[in-house]
């Protein structure tokens, strides 16, 4: 496109378009690219001049327009953002700077890069939405050109960025176009095979079906027309891409597909929409479950319009779109649609269509890292919807699959974390109900409840995992800290000094740690040994020797064992004595934090206990007799004091493994199971090790409450007759 033409087609829809800044732009990116090429061959330039002429399709302002003009100036060029502002003024520089790739990421992976691209555009789009409109602009260019690639692993990632991030981005914000175009280059790319036999069944169908399609049009005309509306119909196949997906996730056959085309009827106004309804429903059969009205209960995009599904002879099942000719501009080119700019500035930026940007702002701000927020922003963008209502009659857009837990974060993140359960439709449910379009949800709250580290596994939106997962690294970084303190202070100890955080922050420099408290955390972690620290601290220290290494070992089981005489005795209400002056107290475990027990002894309350910090893990708690422990001997500063935080019986169930031999006869394992009820324990894992003609042996993991609960089911198992034996099993 040359200059001119390029003046023109802006003029024709903005004839106040400032067409020297446009001039200007077109000039200064010329000189800037000089004789860059690109993959094709082709000028460097050939490119920012064609996504300029793309967004002249959606009627754009003069900035963005400049902005598309000098997009990769910056990256690709020594132009400075500096000259830009000064050259074009602070909007353009700042719209620039938003779709500027991050520069100096050469030392991070493809994903890493990829992640903090994504971070960075999405806190420009979210002050400016004309970033993205450019930044789409630009991928769909660069799609178009995408077989001029030679690299085939280069096309193939860029291919699959484009259907993780971009296409679902074009669809967040209605550019269906755009969105479609995307998904279908990259889906030749990707899957060229799939693509390939996809196209070639619609071509079939479509030559097979030009009479039945013609055919419906006419059907649809006609019956407008008999009920007094002005309509016009036309018909659309599905894209390959939106079928194959469909295939995948109904694991289905194209064939049994007969809903592959789709027909339009756009009208005059919202009443006329609901009238043709009417009218298609009373002259096909409806195929249930197919209704679907987003006029009453517009999509967070801003999408409007009716579905429906029917069924037209001879037995033909096709969906049926009705809308206005406005939702039809907005399905067809979402927020570009209705634009609307005051002295350059977006006068509706904070609109309905924005909520979901606000959604991902609070993403970045949970999220650990950037890769993060990208895997959370996946989970965000990338679904069908579900919508659900609060007792208020407010709606709530989430999606298919969400659960209370993840409503509850969409109303507010302070309601998620206090979350304790939910009625839908009136009626209590478990947290982990997947949710249906229509239902009403009120969520019970509790002051001072937290999110639990299960909530995880089943909720899908990236705004309620961020949220529980910042709160499970928060708590564990407390939890590693409270450890990496006690253990420098008792290596400290060890070596006769008294313990403070001012003796050991001489150590944080040379073990290259950003404070005193990110020290005792890597510690806590177990990625550098407490005396390693004491060693950093005071240089002049040596190593112990062998027999010091060795005597932490015999002294911790000399201590818990003075600690629980005949805790092992198998007597009801078995339990440990007051911790020693030095350990450290077992509080309330949340799963995958600082604390865990070790799945070689099975260590439960009331058995005596030793700590070894594993990297990565925090302590791993050992039975006192576990034959593991001897493989840790030569490495004292890993051994940690500790003993029960123990209430007495009932407080939190733990897993003890049982061996047992019991008789191959009718009716004996209903009586083994029968057994372990009546005396309140659970079988958390069963395997049968050996089976022969008159016997089988087996491992059962239970859960029970403490040493003495265990005993109890042992000693009723061993009063069962057609129990053999019965052990506490050690692995």
């Keep these: 496109m040359r200059q001119f033409e390029l003046v023109e087609k802006v003029k024709s829809y903005d004839p106040k378009a400032d067409e020297d800044a446009i001039n200007r732009a077109y000039v200064f990116a010329l000189k800037a690219h000089g004789s860059q090429t690109r993959a094709s061959g082709d000028p460097y330039f050939s490119h920012p001049v064609e996504v300029a002429g793309l967004l002249t399709r959606y009627r754009l302002d003069t900035n963005t327009i400049v902005t598309a003009l000098l997009h990769d100036v910056v990256e690709d060029t020594p132009v400075t953002l500096d000259e830009i502002e000064k050259v074009f003024g602070p909007q353009v520089a700042r719209l620039v700077d938003g779709v500027t790739k991050l520069s100096r990421l050469e030392h991070?992976?493809?994903?890493?890069?990829?992640?903090?691209?994504?971070?960075?555009?999405?806190?420009?789009?979210?002050?400016?939405?004309?970033?993205?409109?450019?930044?789409?602009?630009?991928?769909?260019?660069?799609?178009?050109?995408?077989?001029?690639?030679?690299?085939?692993?280069?096309?193939?990632?860029?291919?699959?960025?484009?259907?993780?991030?971009?296409?679902?981005?074009?669809?967040?914000?209605?550019?269906?176009?755009?969105?479609?175009?995307?998904?279908?280059?990259?889906?030749?790319?990707?899957?060229?095979?799939?693509?390939q036999s996809i196209v070639a069944r619609?071509?079939?169908?479509?030559?097979?079906?030009?009479?039945?399609?013609?055919?419906?049009?006419?059907?649809?005309?006609?019956?407008?027309?008999?009920?007094?509306?002005?309509?016009?119909?036309?018909?659309?196949?599905?894209?390959?891409?939106?079928?194959?997906?469909?295939?995948?996730a109904k694991d289905a056959s194209f064939e049994q597909f007969s809903d592959i085309m789709a027909f339009r009827v756009i009208v005059e106004s919202v009443e006329e929409c609901y009238r043709a309804l009417g009218i298609v429903h009373g002259a096909f059969h409806v195929v249930p479950g197919r209704f679907k009205d987003y006029i009453?209960?517009?999509?967070?995009?801003?999408?409007?319009?009716?579905?429906?599904?029917?069924?037209?002879?001879?037995?033909?099942?096709?969906?049926?779109?009705?809308?206005?000719?406005?939702?039809?501009?907005?399905?067809?080119?979402?927020?570009?649609?209705?634009?609307?700019?005051?002295?350059?500035?977006?006068?509706?930026?904070?609109?309905?269509?924005?909520?979901?940007?606000?959604?991902?702002?609070?993403?970045?701000?949970?999220?650990?890292?950037?890769?993060?927020?990208?895997?959370?922003?996946?989970?965000?963008?990338?679904?069908?919807?579900?919508?659900c209502f609060t007792p208020k009659g407010d709606l709530i857009?989430?999606?298919?699959?969400?659960?209370?837990?993840?409503?509850?974060?969409?109303?507010?993140?302070?309601?998620?974390?206090?979350?304790?359960?939910?009625?839908?439709?009136?009626?209590?449910?478990?947290?982990?109900?997947?949710?249906?379009?229509?239902?009403?949800?009120?969520?019970?709250?509790?002051?001072?409840?937290?999110?639990?580290p299960t909530w995880e596994r089943f909720v899908v939106t990236g705004r309620a995992r961020a949220r529980i997962r910042r709160f499970i690294n928060l708590k564990q970084r407390e939890q590693f800290l409270d450890l990496g303190r006690s253990m420098v202070a008792k290596a400290l100890r060890?070596?006769?000094?008294?313990?403070?955080?001012?003796?050991?922050?001489?150590?944080?420099?040379?073990?290259k740690q950003a404070s005193l408290e990110d020290l005792y955390v890597v510690v806590g972690k177990g990625d550098i040994g407490a005396r390693d620290v004491v060693l950093a601290a005071f240089p002049e220290l040596k190593a112990p020797s062998r027999a010091h290494a060795v005597a932490p070992l015999t002294r911790l089981r000399r201590r818990a064992a003075a600690a629980t005489d005949g805790a092992g005795s198998g007597e009801a209400g078995a339990r440990a004595e007051p911790a020693a002056r030095n350990a450290l107290p077992i509080r309330g475990l949340i799963p995958g934090m600082a604390i865990h027990f070790a799945g070689c002894c099975h260590p439960l309350p009331g058995d005596r206990i030793i700590g070894i910090v594993t990297t990565g893990k925090g302590v791993?708690?050992?039975?006192?007799?576990?034959?593991?422990?001897?493989?840790?001997?030569?490495?004292?500063?890993?051994?940690?004091?500790?003993?029960?935080?123990?209430?007495?019986?009932?407080?939190?169930?733990?897993?003890?493994?049982?061996?047992?031999?019991?008789?191959?006869e009718q009716g004996a394992l209903a009586n083994l199971t029968n057994v372990i009820a009546k005396h309140d324990g659970n079988i958390n894992n069963l395997k049968i090790i050996n089976r022969q003609a008159d016997f089988f042996e087996m491992a059962i993991d239970l859960e029970v409450s403490d040493l003495g609960h265990l005993s109890n089911i042992i000693a009723a198992l061993r009063a069962s007759p057609s129990v053999t034996t019965v052990e506490r099993a050690r692995s």
């Design 108 to 195: 991070l992976s493809d994903r890493a890069k990829q992640a903090e691209n994504f971070r960075k555009l999405v806190l420009a789009m979210s002050e400016d939405i004309r970033v993205l409109l450019v930044k789409l602009a630009d991928r769909l260019h660069n799609m178009r050109t995408l077989k001029h690639v030679r690299d085939p692993e280069k096309r193939r990632r860029i291919a699959a960025e484009t259907l993780d991030i971009y296409a679902p981005l074009a669809e967040r914000i209605g550019m269906e176009e755009v969105k479609q175009e995307l998904e279908t280059i990259a889906f030749a790319e990707m899957h060229p095979d799939a693509y």
């Design 202 to 248: 619609l071509g079939f169908l479509r030559s097979q079906g030009e009479t039945l399609i013609e055919q419906i049009i006419g059907d649809l005309k006609r019956m407008m027309s008999e009920g007094g509306i002005k309509a016009e119909v036309s018909g659309r196949e599905k894209t390959p891409y939106s079928i194959w997906r469909k295939m995948r």
């Design 296 to 387: 009453s209960t517009p999509k967070p995009n801003g999408y409007r319009s009716l579905h429906t599904g029917v069924i037209v002879p001879p037995n033909q099942r096709i969906e049926i779109q009705i809308r206005t000719r406005e939702m039809h501009n907005v399905a067809e080119y979402g927020v570009a649609a209705h634009w609307s700019y005051k002295q350059g500035e977006d006068a509706g930026r904070e609109g309905r269509q924005y909520r979901w940007l606000r959604s991902l702002l609070e993403i970045l701000e949970q999220a650990a890292d950037p890769q993060e927020f990208l895997e959370h922003t996946r989970l965000e963008m990338f679904q069908d919807q579900v919508f």
């Design 397 to 452: 857009t989430l999606p298919r699959g969400a659960t209370p837990v993840d409503f509850a974060y969409a109303v507010h993140s302070q309601v998620g974390d206090s979350c304790v359960g939910a009625k839908i439709n009136g009626r209590i449910m478990p947290l982990r109900t997947q949710l249906r379009n229509g239902d009403q949800v009120e969520i019970i709250t509790a002051k001072g409840h937290t999110p639990s």
């Design 494 to 511: 060890q070596e006769g000094v008294d313990p403070s955080d001012k003796v050991v922050e001489p150590a944080v420099k040379p073990l």
């Design 620 to 664: 791993t708690i050992h039975t006192a007799d576990c034959q593991t422990l001897e493989s840790f001997a030569a490495t004292p500063e890993r051994f940690v004091d500790v003993d029960w935080e123990y209430d007495g019986p009932g407080r939190q169930s733990h897993v003890g493994r049982i061996h047992v031999v019991t008789a191959n």
